[in-house]
């Protein structure tokens, strides 16, 4: 039987239905008991909840009414993601979402449209399940960030990083598209929480891919840093732990060393920022800068050098330079980082090993003494 639009059957059928969880609750409940593929009578009440549950969405007049119909179909899928209704439940999910975009995308009233827009996305994301990906991939570069974000979080939540991590529902091929997808769209998106989804998923990625995201993300942010133009520093804080970790895990002799010196690279960044700001940047900007570091210190560093380290009492006690060049190298010789992780930061003119991380411009003048030095 044909699928017919849901969109058309909204204008044409009056709600004569009232929504009712208990049947397809009961088919769940007995699933997951019984620990059996479901019979094709059972997979025809999934539909029927699926699609009436669709229609008196979009027939629906109040935010309330959409929340709580979107909320009942996540919750039905149950707890068990690995069940055979969890299973059959994404199934017609993934048919039956595909189909209410479409016909969404035909509403003239573009605040509804809108609207719709942003529950679906939400209930694929709350789905958590990576034969949902292809909705998600299809909608990341909505315009409505709304939209965007929760397509990007629908493609690495927690239930997709368990899912393509286990031995018993990883998907290459999946994985593949989703990191492919999310590298792509770095070209272009500017959300920072977008950022810290994407940096959590390819963390979680003994991939290729998700290793040339990573750098991506640091070569952005280091540039920032560069031009001093740094916000939202949380990205810091959690690429760089991403990163010191990849340097740490991976056996990959070559990986290892690209890692380990963008992380110093980058790290050192942070510290300059730290050391050449303190007279330009506001007191909210310091902390962030010092928590950046601290937090780093505290998730990773010592792991990577295998020794405790004494950045915050450095810090307090105003001596920070010192822990800098110990841990970073300096002009003459190479730091801690550079020694464990076998690199350097390049060659100079004569071929000799640079053993000193690169260094930041000088910070940009601040606003009063540009206005002192135009004054008459």
């Given amino acids: 039987m ?42 025809g009440l999934i539909q029927e909840f699926w699609q009436k549950s ?15 119909i979107r909320k009942q179909l996540e919750d ?31 509403l003239e009233d573009t ?35 709304v939209v965007r974000y929760w397509a990007v979080k629908a493609l690495t939540n927690s239930g997709i990083i368990q899912a393509l991590g286990s031995e018993v529902t990883a998907d290459e091929e999946v994985k593949t598209e989703i990191l492919n997808t999310l590298k792509q769209h770095l070209e272009t998106e500017q959300q920072f929480e977008i950022y810290l989804m994407i940096i959590k998923f390819a963390a979680a990625m003994n991939h290729p891919v998700a290793h040339e995201i ?3 993300i640091a070569d952005k942010r280091i540039d920032a840093y560069m031009n001093w133009s740094v916000e939202h520093e949380i990205v810091d804080a959690k690429l760089l732990i991403a990163i010191g970790n990849v340097a740490m895990m ?11 010196r963008k992380f110093a690279e980058y790290y050192a960044f942070v510290f300059q920022r730290y050391f ?77 090993a640079i053993t000193e991380p690169p260094k930041l411009a000088e910070p940009p003048a601040p606003k009063s003494s540009e206005a002192e030095t135009e004054a008459p």
Avoid: W
């Fill in 76 to 106: 039905q899928k149950g707890s068990e993601p690995l069940s055979f209704f969890a299973s059959a439940y994404v199934s017609v999910a993934n048919q039956d979402i595909q189909a209410a975009f479409e016909n969404i995308a035909r």
């Fill in 2 to 43: 044909k699928y017919l639009p849901l969109l058309l059957i909204c204008l044409i059928v009056p709600c004569l239905f009232a929504i009712s969880v208990s049947d397809v609750e009961d088919v769940r409940l007995r699933a997951e008991s019984s620990r059996s593929e479901l019979q094709a009578e059972d997979r």
């Fill in 214 to 216: 990573l750098l991506t």
């Fill in 276 to 352: 050449l700001g303190k007279d330009v940047l506001s007191d909210e900007q310091i902390d962030q800068v010092i928590s950046v570091i601290l937090e780093v210190e505290e998730q990773v560093l010592p792991k990577m050098l295998n020794a405790p380290t004494g950045i915050l009492k450095a810090i307090q006690r105003n001596a920070a330079e010192r822990e800098y060049e110990n841990i970073f190298g300096d002009r003459l010789r190479s730091g801690e980082l550079g020694t464990l992780y076998k690199f350097d930061y390049g060659k100079d003119d004569s071929g000799k």
């Fill in 111 to 145: 605040s509804k449209q809108q609207l719709f827009n942003q529950n679906l996305m939400i209930l694929t994301a709350e789905l958590k399940s990576p034969a949902l990906a292809s909705i998600a991939i299809s909608h990341i570069n909505d315009p409505d960030p």
């Fill in 250 to 260: 991976t056996s990959d002799a070559e990986v290892k060393s690209t890692f380990a």
């Fill in 54 to 68: 669709l229609n008196q969405m979009l027939l629906s007049e109040k935010v309330e009414e959409i929340v709580e």
